[in-house]
């Protein structure tokens, strides 16, 4: 049996999200005060009287709203009103009961699940009693009252959704986990390759570049595994980057990133590697990521014998720091090789967290050296006394030598390519740290 589930349900503007990343201890759902910001779901692990759980932010609730957005944001709140073990309805004391409560109180009541009701905003505890008598008209027990900006309340809250956990049980290791980013420009196929792994409309998708604009978590178990998905927010170029809310989103699928043991960098087959490509590569590059560069819309792409060898070229080419990344040609629309992404990204996270031991790390160093010398820089030669492995994610390693200035970055790469041709390292950067003798390790 899997954490419980607790979701965080609510008309716009009543403070989900400040409530949200108070209990997951960080920034992840976006605070702003347009109602209807945040339009998906949102997932984190969060932890309570010694019991860990899965908590739920989603985008408002407009029960009676025909706009093609604020429907959809209905209906992913529905989806996780469907899979929450706990609910808590979060309203506004300052505003009292609305008429969007009361529809929202009715969904609730439909949906048979524990539900805890919330009046947030009641800033100072002691004078709120009398504003709060009016909720108990929604059917729906007791309302607590709770200040979530000022976090007052909120172990009260806590107490009352633990009273509602499934009794616990055994489960497997989350460490099996292995947590995806889907990561790319916006309008290349994230959120429907998502959805195609998935089999179902997990994340919202419309034609509108942009739509998915934080980060949400898919937990998925196949028989290839067990994974998180993390759909992101497209990153816009930055003259595009107008509204607040979209400096957010990049600020985002960077978080995504750094969360991810394996990134799934998407291109658009007919677009080719672009800028941004390029610079959303660059980032996952940095963060010492495993990389797979998935080309999307293969089935709409006019091809003929060599385009796929050709195609590669063109993306090393423009990618030439992710030579090392694994490239595959899939169809999020049709399915087309979808499957064959699952052994793709274990083998990947399987070498970015790649140990190997101190005795095998210096035989190849040896070896390396033998075949070519080390350089020389006025009479004088690096000499290369001995390497470690430092740590993994990305694998990363330590040499000593005697003169650090000796030891050029084109040494550096062939040292690198050596590790690579001995260990594989297939689809993770592999860093350096060069240190003069009687330096620390780390």
């Not at 209906?75 to 009361?102: C, H, R, S």
């Not at 423009?318 to 990204?345: D, E, H, N």
């Not at 070498?351 to 075949?371: D, F, K």
Request: charged letters at 25%; proline letters at 4%; one cysteine or more.
């Amino acid at each position: 049996m899997s954490k419980p589930v607790v979701a965080i349900i609510g008309k716009p503007n009543v403070g989900k999200s400040t409530f949200f990343n108070y209990l997951v201890g960080t920034r992840i759902s976006i605070v702003e005060d347009t109602p209807g910001v945040t339009r998906d779901r949102v997932y984190a692990e969060s932890n309570w009287r010694g019991r860990d759980f899965t908590l739920i932010d989603t985008g408002g609730i407009e029960p009676e709203s025909d706009d093609i957005i604020l429907s959809q944001m209905r209906e992913q709140a529905n989806m996780a009103m469907q899979i929450a073990d706990v609910i808590i309805f979060l309203t506004d004391i300052k505003q009292g009961v609305t008429a969007a409560d009361q529809e929202i109180a009715l969904m609730l009541k439909k949906a048979k699940k524990p539900v805890v009701l919330v009046c947030n905003k009641a800033d100072n505890l002691g004078k709120t009693q009398d504003d709060i008598y009016e909720f108990y008209n929604l059917g729906l027990g007791d309302p607590m009252p709770l200040s979530a900006a000022n976090a007052l309340g909120i172990g009260d809250v806590l107490d009352a959704i633990f009273e509602h956990f499934p009794p616990k049980d055994e489960r497997d290791d989350d460490k099996e986990l292995i947590k995806v980013a889907v990561i790319g420009k916006p309008n290349v196929g994230k959120s429907s390759l998502v959805n195609k792994v998935l089999g179902e409309n997990r994340a919202i998708v419309s034609d509108i570049a942009g739509t998915t604009r934080d980060a949400i978590d898919s937990y998925f178990e196949n028989s290839n595994g067990k994974y998180v998905f993390i759909d992101t927010a497209g990153v816009r170029k930055k003259n595009k980057v107008k509204e607040s809310i979209e400096k957010f989103s990049v600020m985002r699928t960077l978080l995504a990133i750094e969360r991810a043991d394996v990134c799934l960098l998407l291109i658009d087959a007919n677009e080719g590697v672009t800028d941004q490509d390029a610079k959303i590569a660059g980032e996952a590059h940095e963060a010492g990521k495993g990389v797979i560069i998935v080309v999307n819309k293969w089935d709409d792409y006019d091809k003929e014998t060599g385009t796929v060898e050709k195609y590669k070229k063109e993306v090393y080419n423009k990618l030439s720091y992710l030579s090392y990344a694994p490239i595959i040609f899939i169809s999020a629309k049709t399915g087309q090789r979808v499957q064959k992404l699952f052994p793709m990204i274990n083998d990947v996270a399987k070498q970015n967290s790649l140990r190997v031991s101190t005795s095998v790390v210096n035989q190849v160093i040896n070896e390396a050296i033998a075949i070519t010398q080390p350089p020389t820089d006025k009479g004088k030669r690096l000499k290369i006394f001995y390497g470690t492995q430092a740590s993994t994610k990305p694998p990363t390693f330590v040499i000593f030598v005697n003169n650090k200035e000796l030891f050029h970055f084109s040494y550096q790469r062939y040292i690198i390519n050596q590790f690579r041709k001995e260990f594989g390292l297939i689809g993770t950067p592999v860093r350096l740290i060069v240190r003069e003798k009687g330096e620390k390790e780390v």
